[in-house]
């Protein structure tokens, strides 16, 4: 069986939002699968940047994602590169060892909200300690995650990894407009360069809204009663 | 064919110098007290050209596992005890894709904590998959030291023919003890080619390792697929020892270390006239129902010997068809019964 049966790349998919600004090549390294990610949410700007990077670097054909839950599960129906499903919080050390075994793939994680702050935060801290030569991309959520909001504080993951010796290279990115996702660009060139250039761990954190449920409405809900 | 030397080592070596010969290339593994030997002769396979990471727990070792086996490496990681149950979830995502792997288990007594006692407490986790849905893991079980080095080597053409994770239950004595054994040759060919894996890729398709099946009926369709294979393993790698059941009053049915000691009592009851025979399983899963059927058809008791509570009873009773003929004789908490202790309770089932 060779992996799951995918469809193959489309030569007349789907193309990319074309900014006013400038014209954008034709997609190839998108599937022509349906998308599945909240309204909202920021998913699908950052897994397109990912796309972006790994097509302008030429890194797709030597790509592997590993993507452990929820919305990150969903990279694999849209980027036409490897992956390998990993458990809760666990996606650092399967890519850790995918890396092991074939040195010459390019190997990231993808990982939203609480993956990599709450359940495989010390995965990540271990990858970063053994300098794994890895990219391990985090979505901080700002709002809710599909499992719902967590009431229990989480660790300042990027300042965390930042902090441990064998980190080569650790970044933080809140896309919320085009601007921000040009800098998200950059910023995964630079993590993917580290990778390839074999300096070790890269790191980046990406704030995005996170899931907001429908039905919440903004505004003061409720005053103080006057004394 | 020139006669292989025996050499006297531990069970611990002889199960990773079996692993690197049969091609094992990275080994993943978290120091243990149970299986510390294993976790330390293993750094040899740098040597080898080999990858060794000592993973900072066992759940991450088994995922470290997970990932390189899916890259297509022969992999191997060991654990002990109460250990075991930090690797489930790996186990069970890596049968769930069809992820090849190799797991060697020091069996230790302890609910929790890993002692230093043997014990055979992981029998049911194991031999009923341990993880979630549906899954299966080949068990294998020796009871002695060349026995160990036998079944790892062949462990890993099992787990690659099959697709399937291979564990490989070697209880606290047999990794411990020290006897004369023949390595196996080092293998020749390279293990083979691995189209369904990932990594750098020229003429394929990309390929997705993963065991989430989201769209309706697809879970089901996978789970049917995986029953059909552990169908095919159990009609193919059903492993066993029976020794001198033609005859025998009362069969001893006993794996690991406890074989020996029973193999032992049967040769002492022997001598004192009583018909004693022993079915020792080397496959816990697939449990070698029809071979216990057959050699026990003749016997008027099946005495079932563990160090657990009595973990294989009922596998024995359902494959031998006839539950009242099936006894039970265990010690538990790392106690091993001696030969005279099994022989005095076979002693009450015979005439």
Known sequence: MDGVNRQNPSESGPQAPSPASRARPKVTSLTAQELHVCPGGGHAPVEGAVRDVLRDMELASRAVGVAPVACALVLFESLDVDFVAAPPGRAPAVAAGVKRARPGSVVFTFQGGPDAESTGTGDVLHAAARGEPITVIHLALAGDSPRGKRHAPSPPLAELVAAVEGAAHVERVAVSDQDGLEELRIALRRAFSVQTERKGFSFVEVTTPGWVRRGRRAGCLKEPEAS | ?351
């Open chain 2, 1 to 351: 064919m020139a006669p292989r030397n025996k050499v006297l080592m531990p069970g611990s070596r002889a199960i990773v110098e079996a692993a690197i010969r049969a091609g094992c290339s990275h080994y993943f593994g978290y120091p243990e007290l149970g299986q510390s030997r294993i976790y330390d002769y293993m750094a040899r396979i740098s040597a080898d050209a080999g990858t060794y990471v000592e993973a900072e727990n066992d759940a991450a070792a088994i995922a470290m596992a997970q990932g390189a086996a899916s890259a297509g490496a022969r992999v191997m990681t060991s654990v002990s005890g109460p250990g075991l149950g930090q690797m489930h979830e790996g186990l069970s995502y890596m049968a769930g894709a069809e992820v090849p792997c190799v797991v060697l288990s020091v069996g230790q007594s302890g609910y929790s904590l890993v002692g230093v006692l043997p014990s055979q407490a992981d029998y049911s986790g194991a031999t009923r998959g341990g993880g979630h849905e549906s899954n299966r893991l080949v068990v294998l079980s020796p009871s002695s030291v060349q026995e160990a080095a036998d079944l790892t080597f062949e462990a890993f053409d099992i787990a690659d023919r099959h697709r399937s994770p291979v564990l490989i239950l070697a209880d606290a004595i047999v990794s411990s003890m020290m006897e004369p054994a023949c390595l196996p040759q080092k293998r020749k060919k390279a293990p083979p080619e691995k189209s369904w894996a990932v990594g750098e890729r020229r003429d394929r398709r990309s390929n997705l390792i993963t065991s989430l099946f989201l769209e309706p009926g697809a879970l089901e369709q996978q789970t049917w697929k995986l029953h059909e294979k552990y169908r095919e393993i159990a009609a193919s790698e059903a492993r066993f020892e029976e020794y001198r059941c033609k005859d025998a009053q009362v069969v001893l049915v006993a794996f690991g270390i406890v074989g020996r000691v029973a193999r032992t009592a049967v040769d002492k009851g022997r001598k004192r006239g009583l018909k004693l025979g022993l079915f020792r399983p080397v496959s816990l899963w697939p449990f070698p129902a029809e071979a216990i059927a057959q050699h026990t058809r003749k016997a008027k008791a099946i005495l079932v010997v563990e160090l657990n509570t009595g973990q294989m009873v009922d596998d024995v009773s359902l494959a031998t068809g006839r539950p009242e003929r099936v006894h039970f004789y265990g010690r538990t908490g790392g106690s091993l019964p001696s030969s005279f202790e099994i022989l005095h309770e076979a002693l009450k089932w015979t005439e």
